[in-house]
């Protein structure tokens, strides 16, 4: 236990049962590792593919959405190859009840991201005079955007859209990868309650949402503060442009 907070050791469900059950079974009866981890290596192979030879077929099989939906049913079938119809049928069952809430949260944080983007807020963030403090700004905007609704992805999107135009007409005073750097810095804090990692990591780690915002968001918060401050300082030492 931590001084500070007492966070025991917990299972999380019958996990532990479910790995002393495993950890028993006759390893010839398991499907071979590199099977295994087909579901994983399938989906990120497919979409990194289709990034590099973007032809039809991979534009189609690439796609994220298909991509993980083939990653799914792979990993699916390696279950039904190991348990009985019943037994497939209860661990699908208590897979959705388990990710229902994150999805649930999740949505309505990309749905309210949607939102933010139809407002054009881009082009409004653009309009505001940054120039005295570009990094600092793209990082409070980010974080600001990624606090509302939960997405870190939407709001580094939103926000490098906003700075894009400056970054293009060499404004910055320093190299653009600072601005990226400031973004990505920005997406960290502040993960709470409607942010799907969040919900993965109490939930694999047996945490109450208590808990966790007592740990997982701080840390998250020093994280992005932590880089945010690296980056100006190297802004400032190192610009990396011509003449500076």
């Given amino acids: 236990s931590n001084r500070r907070l007492d966070l025991p050791l917990r299972e999380t469900d019958d996990s532990l049962a479910r790995m002393e059950d495993l950890a028993r079974r006759d390893e010839g009866s398991l499907p071979a590792a590199w099977l295994s981890l087909m579901p994983v290596i399938l989906p990120v192979a497919l979409i990194t593919a289709a990034a590099v030879w973007p032809v039809a077929i991979l534009k189609v099989a690439g796609d994220k959405n298909v991509a993980l939906l083939l990653g799914a049913v792979i990993a699916l079938l390696l279950v039904a190859r190991q348990t009985s119809r019943s037994e497939l049928e209860e661990v699908v069952r208590e897979s959705m009840v388990g990710a229902g809430s994150i999805i649930l ?23 505001i005079s940054l120039a005295s403090a570009i990094l600092p700004a793209a990082f409070l905007l980010t974080a600001l955007i990624r606090t509302a609704q939960g997405s870190a992805t939407v709001a580094m999107i939103t926000v490098a859209g906003a700075f894009s135009g ?51 968001t701080p840390l998250m918060l020093v994280m992005g503060m932590t880089g945010i401050i690296v980056t100006m300082i190297l802004a400032m030492l190192f610009p990396m442009v011509a003449g500076k």
């Fill in 105 to 127: 949260i999740t949505g309505a944080g990309g749905a309210f991201g949607t939102v933010l983007q139809q407002t054009n807020i881009g082009a409004m963030i653009e309009r």
């Fill in 166 to 216: 400056m970054a293009a007409s060499g404004q910055l005073g320093f190299h653009p990868v600072y601005l990226a750097l400031a973004i990505g810095c920005g997406s960290k804090p502040v993960s709470w309650l409607n942010d799907s990692a969040f919900w993965v990591m109490t939930r694999m780690s047996g945490m109450t949402e208590k808990e966790g915002l007592k740990t997982i």
